[in-house]
Nanobody, 116 residues
Framework: QAQVVESGGGLVQPGGSLRLSCVVS????????MGWYRQAPGKQRELVAT???????NYADSVKGRFTISRDNAKNTMYLQMNSLKPEDTAIYYC??????????WGQGTQVTVSL
């Protein structure tokens, strides 16, 4: 079993920045893809960004140029640097982890609110 814990969410003004972290612990042999997803009130969960074990990244069009995903394989940790935040970025952000045995784990989510 794996434990996935996000942190770093909060309230920020439009144009501000936040850095989310996702730490994975537990009995995991290795991690393949990791990703950030988000879900706004009344909307479906959507992909924000993903990163492979080798560092290849993919972003939703809505966050390209503003968000940067990264990971530290030695620490089983992933980050999401979010700059130039907009009110429409307000959502619960979830960390997703896919292991080498193709099991997916989700964190409990961290709230990001962009508002004056």
């Amino acid at each position: 079993q794996a434990q996935v814990v996000e942190s770093g969410g909060g309230l920020v003004q439009p144009g501000g920045s936040l850095r989310l972290s996702c730490v994975v612990s537990g009995s995991i042999f290795s991690i393949n893809n990791m990703g950030w997803y988000r879900q706004a009130p009344g909307k479906q969960r959507e992909l924000v960004a993903t990163i492979t074990s080798s560092g290849s990244t993919n972003y939703a069009d809505s966050v390209k140029g503003r968000f940067t995903i990264s990971r530290d394989n030695a620490k089983n940790t992933m980050y999401l640097q979010m700059n130039s935040l907009k009110p429409e970025d307000t959502a619960i952000y979830y960390c997703s982890v896919v292991t080498a045995s193709y099991r997916r784990y989700w964190g409990q989510g961290t709230q990001v609110t962009v508002s004056l």
